[in-house]
């Protein structure tokens, strides 16, 4: 059977013609019309509370969006990730992330097996390796305790530890945690400088264990370690995280020492396994199960809720909406919480890795938008750097505010401040300022009429700009968890209904395999078999 081209559905054409009908209306006059708006379209869940009314659709637009779920056939597809299909056609592997954070005793079949006790193996290793580091009981080479873990991980083995870890700083203990990621030198003794062999614990994390990066990293930090260590004690302070146990060895890093992850994990949803060993390491094992329990949750309430009331199928669909009948070009994602400020580039690899795709599943080229473009930064910061684009610039950006309801420290004064700011600029994406409403404005202030005229067009607000407001309770480490999960689910909708296949990479193996070229021809000091413009700079760098 050929796989659905979304254009081709019914729900798409009436979707077509239903934009045509809906693009001009404003936000503020759907409010008007409907004093129940809010509460339509709002989802509650646990300790989450979505409300997606600030965006550009009525009631037609979700029953047409979900009209084309179905037509996409995006429950059966549910069925098949969730069930260890080999859904990853193109690596013919399943997409098991979830499998990770299944109850003890579900059955999940990879190639008629269950994996999941291997998985509670692996949990318990690492349960066990973090309590004795974590209490000092496994000491470095010289019986003194470990103080600092590095993390040596690129993409996936680094993006998900390292944004997690600081997302929840707050339940952190006293191990210091550093992470090198960049092949840039300078990144790797930056972080070495100041650092002691005696009390540090690295981590090598590589699905592949072939990353160019890591492994000059992992190279460059071993060579740095035993300039004061003698060499059999390098197990004592080096394991690994990865599916390429013959070249961890090869690497010189016993195999006890290795923590064994799985080739149905994809690398940018791969913080649920050992690659989240530093999380676990830094919030303790405990911390770091109640982090996979939220997953879980989300897990279930994807699978389980009808589709109008699902979050991630309701953020999916919308984003489809902006992407391809808006033709938006890029979406924010603005946590209102410091914690959170590398979740936006989290999200990019999630994202943008899955979803940049130009071939559909029948391997013809696509002809619509897929993957789209995540970027974000916190606010309040982010309010004083981008937002005057996305209030008055001619771009449409749709934009996710997470909020948190209460602060982890409790400062009312401040979590007030916060909120009040979160709460205020999607009211003001919403609605702007209209001419009548800048011009009473200026007149109370006294401006004259000569003035009124010259700047009131300047200070004129649109508005109509879409935001969700996605609400949490507390930032704990079950509720990123739930975060995160919604956001991996999200991506899988958008796949279905894009066509294409979200677990690959192949994009990034181009520049890779070029990098490699070039650092050869950097030895041979031969740029010839290159176009004039890379020639050029090879030569100019290598004067
Ligand atoms: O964990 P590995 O195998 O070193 O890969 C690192 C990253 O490289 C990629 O394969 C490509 O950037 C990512 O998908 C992955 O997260």
């Known amino acids: 059977m050929k796989n659905i081209n979304p254009t081709t559905t019914r729900a798409w054409k009436e979707l077509d013609q239903h934009f045509k009908e809906i693009k001009d209306e404003h936000m503020r006059d759907m409010f008007s019309n409907d004093k129940e708006r809010a509460a339509k379209f709002t989802m509650q869940w646990e300790d989450f509370y979505v409300d997606i009314s600030k965006n550009r659709i009525n009631e037609t637009t979700r029953e047409l969006l979900l009209k084309l779920a179905e037509e996409c056939k995006l429950e059966e597809a549910i069925e098949s990730y969730f069930s ?38 692996v949990k318990e290793k690492i349960r066990a390796f973090c309590e004795e580091i974590i209490s000092g009981e496994r000491k470095g080479y010289t019986g003194k305790a470990f103080t600092d873990v590095v993390n040596i991980g690129i993409g996936g083995s680094d993006l998900g530890p390292v944004m997690v870890t600081e997302s929840l700083e707050f339940y952190k203990n006293h191990l210091k945690m550093h992470f090198i990621s960049n092949v840039d030198g300078d990144h790797v003794h930056e972080t070495i400088k100041d650092l002691n062999p005696e009390t540090t614990l690295f981590l090598v994390v590589s699905k592949t264990f072939t990353t160019m990066e890591t492994l000059s990293n992992a190279t460059t930090v071993r060579e740095w370690f035993l300039k004061s260590v003698p060499e059999k004690e390098v197990s004592k302070h080096f394991v690994a995280v990865s599916t390429n146990l013959e070249k961890v060895e090869g690497f010189g890093i016993d195999r006890e020492n290795i923590f064994p992850m799985w080739d149905w994990v994809g690398g940018r949803f791969s913080l649920w396994s050992a690659v989240g060993l530093s999380i676990s390491l830094a919030i303790g094992y405990d911390n770091f199960a109640s982090l996979l329990e939220g997953a879980r949750k989300m897990d279930e309430h994807f699978k389980a809720t009808p589709f109008k009331e699902n979050m991630p199928v309701q953020l999916a669909l919308l984003t489809i909406w902006y992407n391809n009948f ?49 970027w974000g930064e916190p606010g309040t910061n982010s309010q004083h750097a981008f937002f005057q684009l996305i209030h008055q610039g001619t771009k449409l950006i749709p934009a996710d505010f997470i909020g948190f309801k209460r602060s982890l420290f409790g400062d009312k004064s401040h979590q007030d401040k916060l909120m009040a700011n979160y709460f205020a600029q999607t009211e003001a994406l919403l609605n702007g300022k209209s001419e009548a409403e800048v011009v009473d404005e200026l007149k109370a202030k006294s401006f004259s009429q000569e003035e009124i005229d010259r700047i009131k067009t300047f200070k004129v607000f649109k508005g109509n700009n879409p935001t969700t407001t996605i609400l949490i309770d507390k930032l704990t480490p079950e509720s990123m968890g739930k975060l ?14 894009w066509n294409i296949f979200s677990y690959d990479q192949w994009g990034v193996e181009l520049g890779k395999q070029l990098a490699n070229k070039i650092l050869a021809d950097f030895e041979s000091k031969s740029v010839e078999d290159h176009d004039s413009s890379t020639k050029n700079l090879l030569e100019f760098y290598l004067k």
């Open 84 to 121: 260890g299909e080999a859904i990853n056609q193109t690596e013919n592997r399943p997409v098991l992330h979830t499998a990770l954070r299944a109850a003890k005793d579900a059955e999940i079949k990879v190639r008629g097996e269950n994996v999941v006790p291997e998985v509670e193996e």
């Open 326 to 374: 808006f033709k938006a070009e890029s979406e924010a994602v603005i946590p209102y919480s410091q914690y959170l400020d590398k979740f936006p580039s989290y999200l990019q690899q999630a994202i943008m890795e899955s979803n940049g795709k130009s071939v559909d599943r029948n391997g013809e080229e696509v002809d619509y938008e897929t993957g789209t473009i995540i």
């Open 484 to 497: 995160i999960a919604m956001y991996e689910h999200q991506i899988f909708v958008q796949g279905v209904i």
